[in-house]
């Protein structure tokens, strides 16, 4: 074919596409979209009308889509994009495919358009569709034509539209709004026609209950010796009318406070800051509620409340309502009363009729708060005499024209006509504005005013009294503040949280290390957080963002590091001002010098210490000279009756002595255990599975009168300790909750995860990070303050004399701590007691705390060699001794350095036990990593009477190393010898 055949041909292919022309982005994708494999096909074979109604489309600058065949397959133009969230892939595909948000509706109105073969066009209609994943209401103004042939067939739909939601949320708003006014309007009228104070409360309290979906509204008034006590009441079956007197007392302080300087009360929730307490919500059922003082002439009189029996969130516009409301009220209430007082003074007809004809606009007169109606220029069109009344100018000096030339000159903005500028229709805008009376001084008014239509309706409320009265406040505050100043060691200040700026005394100055100059420049937060000790810091951060946050008071303790280097610590108390907008604007404080406090503190620690030192080792003497009197005296008649040939008895005065002997032994790992330097042979185990190994034993010990539960999570975290001694704790716990139950009981051992934040660990003298809680909890007789505050302390028990030794607790808080934890006391008498032990968790597996049961014969040697390093000759020959009893070859040496010529020579050793303390400079352990040195496979076993963290280490042992701890059975010893020589 010739290159002019090419050009016809393809100037032939695109006269057939002519109406993808132009489109924009949207036509490009058309045109460049592989059609071949698509249901529509190419489209040069589209169906005309398809073809007309695609060249519309792409042309139009209207958003506008094509729903084309019985799939309704979608096409649409550039200005169309904007509303597909999945363009460009929704081209061509199925509209349920594309919009299946919307399909539902769309599709219902498409097919009755194509039944119809007639447009239909759909104002505001409400379309769900998925924005960002989330389902949101909008809405649409369309019209969808059917797409014909020239057949009059219909083949598709042509659909153009906007989104209108805007325009309906706004008439929504306008609609609020009117109802809003349209509400109050119609109260004030139903209220007009009340001629009774009771008739008045409860037609308000049932109108705005109905109108706000609330459970229970209603009045209150308060007597002299402040009793709430309830009037008229409507309630809508959720909660029941409130009739019966209650102290206002059981508000609490803050709700008082409040009421009292005329604030109104809102609580969403129970837990709300404002909330009154628990006891007082549940007297009245109200979880969320509104409270809004009614005063007259600054004296609290009584109140309008609203009640809700669930949690609610109070819209702004809703208080803004029950406010107005309820001050409109109560002046309705004022009118009502003062019509039935002029009613009673004048019996006669006349007096009775004028009554009547005042009744009409007594709201307006005897109203003491500032009301008017302005233009939307600020020009008054009338005012109330409460403004003769308060400014002294009578209507005729107001009417007609603004309020500026009575505004004080400092008052920066604030006109009619500024506010009606600003203002959103239907909205309170609220100020603080100063106007001259005629006698030529200020008084102070709250302005509230709302633009509705083209009027301006005002009422301004007089606070002169309450700004004195701040005024008052604040220069008490300065006289505090000249008392502190002339007190040593105390540095008083005020944080201006706007302008990061403290300004403060020439003592705080000092107290902090400032220079005056810096103080004359300025001290900003950032200055003093310099100043404070890098461990208390974090502390002070997280009690600097409370305050930002909540707006309440402050007390903390924090020690300073001085320019100097010296350390000084704090007492600082602060209090939180709030500006006008009821914000945190300003903190006041005072910082304390207690380093004199904290040093006798820490004296009186020292002394409390050796105190317990000296009762440790009165009670240790006293209970060995108990053991060594047996065991000396057990020896002495084994000896004497050895020289009388009489040796019936030697048994028994054998057992006695090794009955001492353990004991003694016992008593020694109590005491390791307390002063935290027992041997310990951690491991990692498994807290559940000890526990339930061990409830057998548990159950025999506690006996048939107590009740065993134990609830361990299948989550617990596995934990690295000393096995034996955690049985040794937990059985310790279970026999002191026993001894707790004479009566009988209940004992829970219980297991759970938790983690300790910096602050939670601090109060507890741990790192922060994971730990495993176990619990051992009773119902018996529970401690006392003071015995808790002794629970630890060596050689005290509360047991009758000879029933206990007073270590068992001491025990457990020095195998506690040594593995890294914390034990606490929750107890109360009569209440039961809960011992918690917190255990750093362990990131590896348990071990297997299964072991095979010993032999009742101890397996001999088999000419092995051992060895052994000890210092102590009696020791040394009973090792000596045994070992030549089990068959194996003994090397003897007493130091470190003999031991290591042993080493270092070809003999051959198989075994090294050794003593962890020796003489002459080198430790068992430093023998150990020599003999390791030059016989990598040696195993070894360590002897010694308590742990040294600084040699053995706190972590499990290397592999072929074992412990054995002072005082020991012969027997156990040896099982260890054949267990490391086979092994094991």
């Known amino acids: 074919m010739a290159p002019n055949d090419l050009k016809t041909g393809s100037a032939h292919a695109m006269a057939g596409l002519r109406f993808l022309d132009g489109g924009g982005a949207v036509g490009a994708l058309l045109r460049g979209f592989d059609w071949a494999s698509h249901p529509l096909g190419p489209p040069q074979d589209w169906h005309a009308a398809l073809k007309l109604s695609v060249g519309l489309c792409l042309r139009s600058s209207f958003p506008t889509a094509i729903y084309w065949g019985p799939d309704f397959r979608l096409l649409y133009n550039d200005a169309w994009t904007v509303l597909a969230d999945n363009h460009p892939w929704a081209l061509g595909r199925p509209a349920a495919e594309a919009r299946p948000d919307i399909w539902p509706v769309l599709g219902a109105q498409f097919r009755e358009t194509l039944a119809a073969g007639e447009g239909i066009s759909h104002v505001a209609q409400r379309l769900m569709m998925l924005r960002g994943g989330v389902p949101t209401e909008t809405f649409w103004s369309y019209n969808s034509s059917p797409i014909l042939d020239e057949e009059g067939v219909a083949h598709g739909i042509l659909n153009q539209g906007l989104e209108v939601t805007a325009q309906v949320l706004n008439e929504r708003a306008l609609i609020a709004a009117k109802s809003e006014r349209d509400f109050v309007l119609d109260l004030v009228e139903q209220q007009r026609a009340q001629h009774d104070a009771d008739d008045v409360m409860q037609l308000t309290a049932e109108a705005v209950g109905r109108y706000l979906s609330v459970d229970r509204a209603g009045f ?31 508000f609490g302080s803050r709700w008082g406070d409040a009421v009292r300087a005329g604030e109104t009360i809102t609580f969403n929730a129970p837990d709300d800051r404002d909330a009154p307490p628990v006891d007082a919500l549940n007297l009245v059922g109200s979880r969320a509620g509104v409270t809004v003082p009614l005063l007259r002439g600054g004296e609290w009189q009584g109140g309008f409340y609203l009640s809700h029996s669930q949690p609610r969130v109070w819209a702004r516009g809703e208080i803004a309502l029950i406010e107005e409301v309820a001050e409109l009220s109560w002046d309705a209430v004022a009118r009502v009363r003062a019509v039935e007082r002029l009613r009673a003074m004048n019996a006669d007809l006349a007096g009775e009729v004028a009554a009547r004809t005042a009744e009409r606009d007594l709201l307006w007169e005897v109203s003491e708060d500032l009301l008017g109606i302005a233009t939307r220029d600020g020009r008054w069109l009338s005012v109330n005499p409460a403004w003769e009344r308060a400014l002294g100018w009578s209507a005729a000096h107001i009417l007609g024209r603004d309020s500026q030339w009575l505004r004080h000159p400092e008052d920066a903005g604030g006109s009619a006509a500024e506010i009606a500028r600003i203002a959103a229709i239907g909205t309170t805008h609220r100020m603080e504005k100063r106007l001259r009376t005629q006698a030529g001084d200020y008084r102070t008014f709250a302005w509230q005013t709302t633009l509705f239509g083209d009027r301006l309706y005002t009422n301004a409320r007089d606070i002169t009294e309450e700004r004195r009265q701040q005024s008052e406040l604040l220069a008490a505050e300065t006289r505090t503040r000249m008392v502190l100043q002339a007190m040593d060691g105390v540095g008083v200040w005020t944080y201006d949280l706007a302008h990061d700026r403290f300004e403060s005394d020439s003592d705080f100055a000092a107290l902090y290390g400032f220079t005056p100059e810096h103080v004359a420049r300025g001290v900003t937060l950032a200055d003093v957080l310099a100043r404070i000790h890098p461990e208390d810091l974090p502390h002070m951060q997280a009690a600097i963002a409370h305050v930002r946050a909540t707006g309440g008071d402050g007390a903390n303790e924090y ?13 600082a108390r602060n209090h939180v001002l709030r500006d006008p907008d009821g914000k945190p604007g300003k903190v006041v404080g005072v910082g304390v010098d207690v380093s004199r406090q904290r040093e006798l503190e820490e004296r009186l620690r020292q002394s409390q210490k050796m105190e317990a030192v000296g009762q440790l080792t009165g009670g240790l003497a006293h209970d060995f000279n108990n053991l060594l009197t047996g065991i000396s005296g057990a020896l002495e008649l084994m000896q004497l009756r050895l020289n009388q040939g009489r040796i019936d008895d030697l048994p028994r005065y054998i057992g006695a002595a090794q009955s001492g002997a353990a004991r003694a032994a016992a008593l020694t790992h109590r005491l390791l255990a307390f002063s935290r330097r027992q041997p310990l042979d951690p491991r990692p185990i498994d807290v559940p599975k000890l526990i339930a190994g061990m409830e057998d034993l548990v159950h025999g010990t506690l006996g048939p009168s107590i009740a065993l539960n134990v609830a361990t999570g299948a989550d617990s975290w596995p934990i690295l300790a000393d096995a034996n001694q955690l049985e040794n704790a937990l ?3 279970c026999i002191n909750a026993r001894d707790a139950m004479p009566d009988g009981g209940t004992v829970t051992i219980t297991t759970h995860n938790v983690v300790l934040d910096q602050n939670a660990a601090s109060e507890r003298d741990v790192p922060p990070g994971a730990y495993l ?24 028990t509360t047991k009758p004399m000879g029933q206990g030794t007073g270590l068992g607790l001491s025990m457990i808080y020095g195998f506690v701590r040594q593995s890294g934890g914390h034990v606490q006391i929750d107890s109360a008498c009569d209440r039961g007691t809960t011992m918690t032990l917190l255990l750093p968790r362990h990131t590896g597996k348990a071990a297997d705390l299964s072991t095979d049961g010993v032999g009742p014969a101890i397996p001999v040697g088999a000419g092995e060699t051992v060895l052994v390093v000890e210092d102590e000759p009696t020791v040394r020959m009973l090792i000596l001794e045994l070992l030549d009893e089990l068959g194996y070859t003994a090397i003897e040496t007493e130091t470190g350095n003999e031991a290591l010529k042993v080493l270092e020579s070809p003999v051959r050793i198989d075994l090294l036990i050794t003593d962890v303390g020796l003489p002459g400079g080198m430790n068992g352990r430093q023998v150990a990593d020599a003999a390791r040195a030059s016989r990598p496979e040696l195993p070894v076993l360590f002897i010694t009477g308590f742990a040294e963290n600084a040699v053995v280490g706190d972590g499990p042992l290397e592999p072929g190393m074992a412990l054995i701890a002072k005082p020991f059975a012969m027997d156990t010893l040896a099982a260890r010898i054949r267990a490391m020589l086979a092994g094991a």
């Open 559 to 571: 020690r300073l590091q001085l320019p100097d280097g010296s350390v000084r610590w704090i007492m």
């Open 773 to 796: 809680s176990l619990s051992v909890a009773d119902t018996g007789t529970g401690m006392t303050p003071e015995v808790i505050a002794r629970a630890f302390d060596p050689f005290f």
């Open 731 to 733: 059985l310790n716990l």
């Open 220 to 250: 209150f008034e308060v007597t002299p010796d402040h009793i709430v006590e309830y009037g008229a009441c409507w309630a809508g079956g959720a909660l029941p009318p409130l009739t019966r007197p209650i102290p206002a007392a059981i």
